[in-house]
């Protein structure tokens, strides 16, 4: 389950998209260029959903660098960590386990999960998936759209724009950190026309580029999703 796209979240066919662009630096801002991840270095989120009956749902679970690559990409295993299913209102939250490959600005391109039958299914976001391209700076901001697909499945098209909005001191159980503040809007349609908006607040630390917290609204249009679904989503760091 991809968070921001998600995980997700989530999330194949190469189809043109239209690529995005940085604007607005700020006169004088500092400028804060991405921080890779270290090789094996593990991090543990703890999520709380809230879905469309109003019932409260905490997961968790870890992200974990298994390979770099010599032109900045990197590798991450996304792993649930409860041991039972996380059932609720009929559906199972807990986080779906995940190799995911990311670009050298930590943007997602692609990622793999085993399904209910034993049978690998690729995702692939093209160019890749949300998120700003680095270095980044108070002011500016970026738009972006993706195609989104999963092995030969109908391609959604994804769009986004967003804003560094701060410089913030972001307190979570993991620490307290100096942040960037990105506030973001996320659209798409699914092949149920299923119309969602996501909104977005992602603080991320300056020292690592690590995102230590995310608060994120879902508003929905068309045709509803036939079971529970998640109304908003509020993501912390608890350790690095």
């Not at 972001?170 to 942040?179: D, E, I, K, L, N």
Request: glycine letters at 10%.
């Amino acid at each position: 389950m991809r968070k921001l796209g998600l995980p997700l979240g989530i999330l194949s066919v190469i189809l043109a998209s239209c690529g995005g662009g940085d604007s607005g630096n700020g006169s004088g801002a500092t400028s804060y260029a991405f921080v890779p991840p270290a090789l094996n270095s593990q991090r543990l989120y703890s999520e709380t959903i809230t879905d469309n009956d109003n019932s409260t749902i905490d997961i968790s679970y870890t992200e974990t660098v298994t390979a770099q690559n010599a032109d900045g990409s990197y590798v991450v295993l996304q792993q649930n960590t409860s041991a039972t299913p996380v059932l609720v209102d009929g559906v199972n939250w807990a986080v779906q386990n995940e190799t995911v490959q990311d670009n050298s600005d930590g943007q997602v391109t692609s990622y793999s999960y085993v399904n209910g039958g034993g049978t690998t299914v690729t995702c692939t976001e093209i160019p890749h998936g949300a998120g700003p391209d680095y270095p980044l700076a108070v002011g500016m901001s970026w738009s972006l759209s993706y195609q989104f697909s999963c092995d030969n499945g109908t391609p959604v098209a994804y769009v986004q724009s967003g804003t560094v909005v701060d410089l913030e001191s972001v307190t979570v159980p993991a620490g307290t950190f100096s942040a960037l503040k990105l506030q973001s809007t996320l659209t798409w349609t699914d092949s149920q026309g299923s119309q969602r908006t996501q909104t977005i607040t992602n603080w991320r630390a300056t020292s690592s580029s690590v995102s230590v917290k995310q608060s994120v609204t879902i508003a929905y249009a068309g045709t509803l999703p036939s079971s529970a679904y998640a109304v908003s989503r509020e993501i912390e760091l608890t350790s690095d």
